[in-house]
């Protein structure tokens, strides 16, 4: 029946599944059926076998090294990075700073431009719907420096309030820290309407794309943000490994985040000279294989197609939506008319662990808990939700097994 509903992916999604090894295992007896893409999506076999290659052909530390196996390694670590500058269309490669993963590179920022030149009275904006990863860092400027934290709302379906958001920016906004997609709800945030409305008021602009990147094309120049930040372990790369974009006049400004290794051009006891972009901001060695294994992640993805990606994205959260919004006594929260492939839910009379572990007994996994939103949470009035994230691999029958486990949970809390 699903085959009548929605047309089939624009790619093949068998082949494509064949790619991962983890999908062919089964949980509790039943087929593994994997909903939580949106904590962290699974890594195809291509994507396992350059990391591999790295560890068993090259591994060597990087920059400086004049044998052979260092000098492959840094030939493979610098083409990642220009992999990564050409997935964001940054327009120079010394603008892509590995971090170990969007919250370090958050952080980076609060502590490299927030606390080098913003003030006392300075103000902060982010949105309700924020990670705790880019609020908490703020907050500790905040408490710092003297900063203000302003909050944008949401309604009631977890969509920006455009013109809250436009009282809120103003002369004293010194930076605005927003979601491009929420984690929790999917609501995808207009964020080049917030982007050109804080420069417009002299406010920098910091873009959380974690939930982004895997999804939607992101084009750094056409969005003209000052910062942009994602994770690799959500765009089927490995954990650990992240990256900050920023304006290369920005970064040049910024001071070191950690002090070290090849962060530096010359040190004595007297003073010290930091080197040159991006290396100032990569304190230590990197995770060198990690980043080879994001660049892969990075082609895999590119080679099927973000647009045919988004297309069988949204084709899994309408199925989806419609079918839970047909059972009783489930609420779904984050209704947005612009939404990824994101669904949050509440059954009436059940707290969200026990629908994750009752799911988790059939095979099925998703996420269930605050999602590292708790104001979030407070403004939808509910400790928590469970959450189901489809990624390109998932099917239409997955959608109906996670339906046909919210349909058990009812019978067994009667």
């Excluded at 952080?107 to 904006?125: C, K, P, S, W």
């Excluded at 924020?130 to 944008?152: D, K, T, Y």
């Excluded at 899994?316 to 008319?337: K, N």
């Excluded at 590292?372 to 990624?391: D, E, I, N, W, Y």
Aim: contains cysteine; negative net charge.
């Amino acid at each position: 029946m699903n085959d009548v509903l929605f047309p089939a992916p624009d790619f093949d999604l068998a082949a494509v599944r064949a790619d991962f090894p983890v999908l062919s295992q089964s949980v509790h007896g039943k087929p593994l059926c994997y909903l939580d893409n949106a904590a962290s999506a699974q890594t195809p076999r291509t994507v396992i076998e350059r990391w591999m290659t790295y560890q068993s052909t090259m591994h060597a530390n990087v920059h400086r090294g004049v044998h052979t196996l260092s000098q492959r390694a840094t030939e493979a670590f610098e083409s990642a990075r220009e992999t990564v500058r050409g997935f964001i269309n940054a327009r120079h490669a010394h603008e892509v700073i590995w971090t170990r993963g969007a919250t370090e590179a958050v952080n980076l920022v609060m502590h490299g431009y927030g606390r080098t030149f913003m003030q006392a009275g300075d103000e902060i904006v982010v949105s309700t719907l924020e990670h705790h990863a880019n609020i908490v860092p703020w907050q500790m400027l905040c408490e710092e420096r003297g900063c203000v934290l302003r909050v944008v709302p949401i309604s009631d379906s977890g969509v920006l309030d455009w013109d809250a958001y436009c009282a809120l920016i103003g002369p004293k906004t010194r930076m605005v820290a927003m979601t491009h997609v929420s984690n929790a709800l999917g609501t995808v945030v207009p964020i080049k309407a917030v982007i050109d409305a804080a420069h417009g008021v002299g406010a920098l602009v910091l873009v959380d794309g974690a939930q982004a990147a895997p999804h939607l094309g992101v084009d750094v120049q056409a969005l003209d943000c000052d910062f942009y930040v994602f994770s690799g372990h959500k765009l089927c790369g490995p954990t650990g490994i992240g990256v900050l974009y920023g304006k290369s006049e920005l970064l040049e400004r910024m001071r070191p985040y950690q002090g070290g290794g090849d962060m530096i051009a010359q040190v004595t006891f007297d003073k010290t000279t930091y080197n040159r972009l991006p290396y100032k901001f990569e304190a230590g060695t990197p995770a060198i294989a990690n980043a080879i294994a994001l660049a892969s992640a990075i082609e895999y993805v590119g080679a099927i197609g973000l647009s045919r990606i988004a297309a069988w994205e949204q084709a899994l959260l309408d199925y989806a939506t419609r079918l839970l919004s047909s059972e009783a006594g489930v609420r779904i929260l984050g209704t947005a008319p612009d939404k990824i492939g994101v669904v949050s839910f509440a059954l009436e009379g059940v707290h969200p662990h026990d629908i994750g572990s009752i799911l988790d007994g059939e095979g099925i996994a998703i996420r269930a808990g605050h999602h590292c939103a708790q104001p979030l949470m407070q403004r939808l009035g509910v400790p928590a939700t469970a959450r189901a994230s489809f990624a390109f691999y998932n099917t239409l029958d997955e959608v109906e097994r996670l339906v046909a486990g919210v349909r058990l949970v009812k019978e067994i809390f009667g």
